[in-house]
């Protein structure tokens, strides 16, 4: 699987959006990118994925490039429970679905 | 909203112990997974499960691991003779396919090895 680049930390103001970069220049035309998001201890939790076109649900948004060697992750209002280590992922599309996690970001959501 | 649980929350074992985590995946989802996380470290893939058998599994997934689904519900880890470093947070989780449908995950098992 492609590895991903983060950056370690970020801070965003509470009611901003926040833009959360990765780069995975080594991706191949059959990995998708996946965003999960791991509160204290908490089990990982689910937040979008995507191929190649842009992808929205209610929690974010999820901008891939053209060349998809980088994406963002956009939390359009963040508030203080979005504080959390947010993990970039990219998976092979039909293998056995195990997610390699990285040391992600983390997110500090601030009043 | 489906979700995947784990039992118990936290276990306390005397090093050398055998511990078995218990884990409900949501309920039409075929793959099922265990992943571990020492603390203050990553997430780390342990094994993947489908179709009655292991597909796949990591380096750390050694002889003292094993998994099992009893039966149409529940999908446990055994761990045998526990040690000092295998005190992490265990969590389970399950997707309906393999590599491009979502994974969701339990809460989580501390087990804490004295």
């Known amino acids: 699987d492609a590895k991903t680049t983060q950056p370690p930390s970020m801070d965003c103001a509470e009611g901003r959006a926040a833009n959360l970069p990765c780069n995975h220049s080594?991706?191949?035309?059959?990995?998708?990118v996946y965003w999960y998001r791991q509160i204290h201890s908490q089990g990982p939790q689910y937040i979008i994925h995507g191929l190649k076109n842009n992808e929205t649900n209610e929690m974010a948004s999820l901008i891939i490039t053209e060349d998809r060697k980088s994406s963002t992750l956009i939390l359009p209002h963040a508030t203080l429970r979005d504080t959390a280590v947010y993990y970039c992922?990219?998976?092979?599309?039909?293998?056995?679905?195990?997610?390699?996690f990285g040391q992600g970001t983390t997110l500090q959501v601030k009043p | 909203e489906p979700e995947v649980t784990q039992t118990p929350s936290h276990q306390v074992t005397q090093m050398g112990q055998e511990v078995i985590l218990r884990c409900v995946p949501i309920s039409n989802h075929l793959y099922f997974y265990w992943y571990r996380q020492i603390l203050g470290q990553k997430v780390e893939f342990l094994v993947s499960f489908y179709n009655n058998e292991i597909s796949e599994k990591s380096e750390i997934f050694d002889d003292q691991f094993s998994v099992e689904r009893p039966d149409g519900s529940n999908f446990t880890l055994k761990i045998r003779s526990t040690k000092l470093e295998d005190s992490a947070m265990y969590f389970c989780?399950?997707?309906?396919?393999?590599?491009?449908?979502?994974?969701?995950f339990g809460q989580g098992t501390r087990l804490t090895v004295v």
């Open positions: 080594t991706i191949s035309g059959n990995e998708y």
């Open positions: 992922i990219v998976r092979v599309a039909g293998n056995t679905g195990k997610l390699i």
């Open positions: 989780a399950s997707s309906e396919a393999g590599g491009n449908t979502e994974a969701f």
